[in-house]
């Protein structure tokens, strides 16, 4: 709440006009349909000349996944080859999602040190939580932060999630997957997924799941993917062998084999998380970092246009065509990129605000490089515990550390800061510090 106070705040009075790139709905295409709604615009035409057309189409990129179309919550014997066009809109629009990307890097460049960490930690636990919470598994801020402290401490403490939390870092450090064969798929599922997964749904065959799966809701059946694993095996061989393809562009790739991962549903439990956190390393090895770990957060706050796109996907009456649902992942994408880009376009200002009210309310030099320390890990993760004391030392190489450690005692004592952590020792900007500074 005093952040959101804060923000009111400053800018009273103010006239600020935010222009930001809004993706959504601005590449619905106008000429080129699916399948599925070209039939019924145009019924006198041969529906499967249309579906000959594009597939055999020079431009058009083919895959060999293929997928038992759903009809009517059922799934067909009929088969189909994935494909998908590179119409000028999708075009457009991966086009827009490489620009947004070099803008977030360039304002990145442009933050401090620990307004940049705390960023990206802030963006990662919305991340986490919102993986969860599209499965309806419930998390709480508590949890994540004590997950990512852990497994940016590299303690022993077991702690819920902090495996899932590891496994994302990775992303920041541009580590890509090394999926080579489907015992790969496992291991990540194991790991990412640690203590998360009850042991009535852990996988019963060989490697992964051995029994009847549905998705869908009470009244409605999505899909029913195949139930044994012996049958769906050489599925999930086809998905490594895609993803290893070089020579389709990277996102198009990511998208249709996040379609084909949860399409071939290989876990009992679990799948969306496994899923979901692929594509982001994939998007990461690409973009920039918080690009990439803003697909969730993103997908949590468009559920149905999400679930929608699965729909259609696997329709029978749309012919296994992915141009639409990699349009529609990459709209979200692109609407979390632009709130991204805003949001740091604002924090930059309030940092800068900060930054002048710290520096008129105090003269010593070590004070002041402290507080605007704190204010910058406040303003970009203003939920989490703040900075650790041994983290300062990089960033106050031109005092000696008894010097620091008085400073930091000396500000908790008088209010301006509160211990969060007593092991590691960590503060935060205390709650009266803040209102101090939202009523300059």
């Not at 057309?53 to 009809?71: D, E, F, G, V």
């Not at 307004?115 to 963006?123: D, P, V």
């Not at 139930?227 to 393809?245: A, C, R």
């Not at 009992?268 to 969730?296: H, M, P, Q």
Request: hydrophobic fraction near 35%; include cysteine.
């Amino acid at each position: 709440m005093i952040f959101q106070n804060f923000v009111v705040i400053y800018y009273q009075g103010i006239k600020k006009i935010a222009i930001y790139l809004k993706l959504g709905g601005a590449y619905m295409t106008k000429n080129y349909h699916s399948l599925q709604i070209f039939k019924y615009s145009h019924p006198k035409e041969d529906i499967n000349l249309q579906y000959k057309a594009r597939i055999n189409s020079p431009a058009t990129i083919n895959t060999h996944l293929k997928i038992n179309p759903m009809q009517r919550g059922i799934r067909q014997g009929i088969t189909f080859n994935l494909f998908a066009m590179p119409i000028k809109e999708l075009l457009q629009l991966q086009d827009a999602i490489q620009q947004n990307s070099n803008r977030i890097s360039n304002l990145l460049d442009k933050l401090p040190g620990i307004a940049a960490n705390q960023l990206f930690i802030n963006t990662l636990k919305n991340e986490i939580r919102s993986t969860n919470e599209i499965e309806d598994v419930k998390t709480t801020n508590a949890e994540v932060n004590e997950a990512i402290a852990n497994a940016q401490s590299n303690t022993k403490r077991k702690t819920r999630l902090k495996s899932f939390a590891r496994m994302y870092l990775k992303i920041k450090d541009k580590q890509n997957l090394q999926i080579r064969n489907i015992g790969d798929i496992r291991r990540i599922y194991d790991y990412l997924l640690e203590g998360e997964i009850p042991n009535n749904k852990m996988p019963d065959g060989k490697m992964f799941r051995n029994r009847f799966a549905r998705i869908g809701s009470e009244i409605e059946t999505v899909h029913q993917p195949k139930v044994h694993e012996l049958d769906f095996l050489p599925d999930l061989l086809d998905w490594v062998s895609f993803i290893n393809d070089d020579s389709i562009p990277f996102l198009i790739k990511t998208f249709i084999s996040h379609y084909y991962f949860e399409y071939v549903h290989p876990f009992n439990d679990g799948n969306g998380r496994t899923g979901r956190y692929i594509a982001c390393v994939y998007l990461g090895y690409k973009l920039d970092s918080l690009s990439a770990i803003t697909f969730s957060s993103e997908i949590n706050k468009n559920r149905t246009k999400y679930y929608k796109a699965f729909r259609e996907a696997g329709d029978s009456r749309n012919y296994g065509e992915m141009t639409f649902f990699v349009l529609n992942m990459m709209e979200i994408l692109a609407n979390g990129q632009s709130s991204l880009i805003h949001d740091l376009k604002e924090k930059q200002d309030l940092l800068n605000y900060f930054f002048k009210v710290i520096s008129s309310s105090t003269s010593e030099k070590l004070e002041k490089l402290i507080l605007f320390l704190y204010a910058q890990a406040f303003l970009f993760n203003d939920t989490g515990f703040g900075i650790e004391d041994r983290e300062l030392k990089q960033y106050t190489k031109d005092f000696h550390w008894t010097q620091v450690k008085q400073c930091l005692n000396k500000l908790t004592q008088n209010g301006s800061l509160t211990l969060t952590k007593k092991s590691p020792l960590t503060r935060r900007l205390s709650e009266s510090f803040l209102t101090k500074i939202t009523e300059n």
